[in-house]
């Protein structure tokens, strides 16, 4: 009777420790999926702001990746030194 209930514990044991195993891959892989998931909804998220931005938005220039040319002007703070950044468009 020992026996057989020492036979039935180890084969318990093993079991236990290839399900922890398994348990441990199938967790491994379920975080590996969210990471993928979380880039795709970025991904999504990302590509309907660009569209909604570029329906909605009326044609106007955006000057913010214009060139900024520095000029000096016939005033009083000119002569003092200070200079006026000016956004010219080309």
């Keep these: 009777m020992r026996e057989q209930i020492e036979a039935r514990l180890a084969a ?9 195993v398994q348990l441990q ?4 892989q379920a975080n590996g999926m969210r990471d993928t998931m979380l880039r795709i909804s970025g991904a999504i998220m ?3 702001e660009l569209l909604s931005s570029h329906t909605s938005a009326p044609a106007e220039p ?8 520095i000029t000096t002007e016939d005033e009083p703070s000119a002569r003092d030194g200070r200079f006026t950044a000016t956004n010219k468009e080309h």
Aim: no cysteine; proline share 4%.
């Design 46 to 48: 990302v590509l309907e």
């Design 62 to 69: 955006d000057n913010r990746h214009q060139p900024i040319t």
């Design 12 to 20: 318990l044991r093993s079991e236990h420790e290839k399900g922890q």
């Design 25 to 28: 891959q199938l967790q491994n």
